[in-house]
């Protein structure tokens, strides 16, 4: 089993949608999570901070149930610019693993 | 502002040859990550430096991969030999010595071995 599994998509959705992404992790001590973006063929670039309460930024609101181990992404207004892959990243013994990512695609 | 360099951002090599990726990290960051990035998946942790000192090296396929940071500031991959399997983008990071968790990542080597 992966120790970050995520839906490897594509979704589809139209400009002005609401999208959400999940994101399932294995080791329960893991205690910083990130959502990160990556353009097609450009490097990961960290999106935002997943904090225990939910938080948002903007279009983006991410959540966290430590109990479940899941981690969530919501994007709210999807854009055009909004396309690309979502990575969700937990820590794990100090160190940084990557889900393989979600890939999201809005159209006009 | 301040960016990880990579270079060459494209590299073609044939099965059994020698390749060599080098990195700059932001300018006083002193952790610096090498991942592999498959396609299709997301980003692999190969091998960790804090300064000059490798923490983490436990996913370096130690028989033909190689990793050095010898003044704690720039570093080299090599891979010899490449096999068809290593081909890959080959992503380099830093982050600030108190928050290994702000990682910052430079443009990547796409390695296409042949």
């Known amino acids: 089993r992966k120790e970050v599994e995520q839906d490897p998509g594509p979704f589809n959705v139209p400009e002005g949608a609401t999208v959400a992404f999940n994101c399932t992790y294995s080791n329960s001590a893991s205690q910083s999570f990130f959502w990160y973006r990556q353009d097609c063929r450009k490097e990961p670039k960290l999106l935002m901070s997943v904090y225990s309460s939910g938080n948002e930024d903007g279009r983006f609101t991410a959540q966290l149930n430590r109990a479940s181990q899941y981690i969530s992404l919501l994007i709210r207004d999807s854009k055009l610019s909004d396309s690309a892959t979502y990575l969700c990243v937990v820590t794990s013994f100090q160190k940084l693993v990557f889900g393989t990512g979600t890939r999201l695609l809005v159209s006009p | 502002e301040a960016e990880v360099a990579q270079s060459p951002r494209y590299k073609i090599t044939e099965k059994s040859q020698a390749v060599a990726f080098w990195c700059d990290p932001i300018?006083?960051?002193?952790?610096l990550y090498w991942y592999r990035q498959i396609l299709g998946q997301g980003p692999e942790l190969l091998v960790q430096?804090?300064?000059?000192?490798?923490?983490?090296d436990s996913q370096l396929p130690k028989d033909r991969f190689s990793a050095e940071r010898l003044k704690g500031v720039d570093s080299t991959l090599k891979i010899q030999p490449a096999e068809l399997g290593d081909s890959a983008m080959y992503l380099c990071?830093?982050?600030?010595?108190?928050?290994?968790?702000?990682?910052?990542f430079g443009p990547g080597t796409r390695l296409t071995v042949t």
């Open positions: 990071a830093s982050s600030p010595r108190d928050s290994s968790y702000e990682q910052y």
């Open positions: 430096f804090q300064d000059e000192s490798v923490v983490d």
């Open positions: 300018s006083g960051h002193a952790t």
